[in-house]
């Protein structure tokens, strides 16, 4: 049997995924770590095992994986994008130090690692559209660079001390549950909210700006498959593409007007986050998760519209 630590668990993908391996493995079978606790997540806090932990801290997360028996974690404590360019120095900091201490205690205890990567390790010289799963990476954010690096580590500590790493690469995530944090595809997740409480939205996202997205089950879906996926058949251990869809923010807009007629929306470019997305992909090409472990999305623009809206409306109540 599993035992799982989560680290960064009180984030938008972990606060979900937790719920979701709770239920599959057990809860005092997953446990739950974050820098601190937090009050809108109490209830995840307070359903199973909770630590406070930071990964830089390397001697303290050796003990509560003592303490609880863990042979699996899921790391998910990064700076994100947008943050990162704010504080560099932090996100090399955290994304680095801290996989670097997680990998050192997997190499020691024998643990298996996942840690995914993002859409955020290309850059303007990779190919723009159904960028290959490899070709150049030449990021130009800190976020990326310490991703890129990531990929790397992860595949040096598996090839070297036979560490079970895994990971793939997100793109932009989407869901009702959590808001995100800091990361260049927020818009497309505010602009639901907005939609619903104000019939319009001002995206800081400029107009025919595409980007790779995804929506959260489809997310959660892809990591458990990874982490269950028979060994024997994967070659691309840390960084398998995975896709669902590809919109720019009147695609998405065109999707919530189906459902909301009388919705709008305009446009106040935030320029840094626009040249973060403009160094990214179009689209991803996920041929090889499909291929070496089934890897398959459910949920396309509209499907998540609908079930965006009608989820939004009840944790609202609209």
Not at 12 to 30: C, H, P, T
Not at 146 to 159: F, P, Q, R, S
Request: hydrophobic share 40%; charged share 25%; net charge negative.
């Amino acid at each position: 049997m599993r035992k799982i630590l989560i680290t960064g668990a009180l984030g938008q993908i972990g606060s979900e995924l937790a719920v979701k391996m709770r239920g599959i493995y057990g809860v005092e079978n997953v446990i739950v770590t974050d820098t601190e606790r937090k009050a809108s997540h109490e209830a995840l806090i307070e359903s199973g095992p909770f630590e406070s932990l930071n990964i830089l801290d390397k001697e303290k997360m050796a003990e509560v994986i003592d303490k609880y028996k863990v042979n699996t974690i899921v790391n998910l404590a990064a700076i994100l994008s947008a943050t990162g360019e704010k504080a560099p120095q932090l996100c090399y900091n955290v994304n680095m130090n801290g996989l670097y201490n997680i990998l050192e205690i997997a190499r020691e205890k024998e643990i298996a690692v996942f840690t995914p990567s993002s859409i955020a390790v290309f850059g303007d010289s990779t190919p723009k559209d159904k960028t290959p799963q490899e070709t150049i990476m030449r990021p130009e954010t800190m976020y990326g660079v310490t991703k890129v690096a990531g990929e790397l580590l992860c595949d040096y500590y598996y090839n070297k001390f036979g560490v079970d790493t895994r990971g793939v690469r997100f793109p932009g995530l989407i869901s009702y549950d959590t808001l995100p944090g800091g990361g260049t595809t927020d818009y497309a997740v505010h602009i639901y909210y907005e939609a619903l409480k104000q019939k319009k939205y001002t995206s800081f996202i400029a107009a025919g700006t595409t980007m790779d997205m995804m929506y959260m089950p489809d997310a959660l879906h892809a990591m458990l498959m990874l982490l269950e996926a028979d060994p024997a058949k994967l070659k691309y251990r840390n960084a398998f593409n995975i896709s669902a869809m590809s919109f720019d923010p009147e695609g998405i807009a065109a999707s919530i007007k189906k459902f909301i007629p009388e919705f709008e929306i305009d446009y106040d470019v935030d320029q840094q986050r626009q040249n973060i997305a403009e160094s990214w992909p179009n689209s991803l090409d996920d041929s090889e998760a499909r291929a070496q472990w089934g890897w398959k999305p459910k949920y396309l623009l509209d499907d998540m519209t609908k079930d965006m809206l009608e989820k939004l409306k009840i944790k609202l109540k609209i």
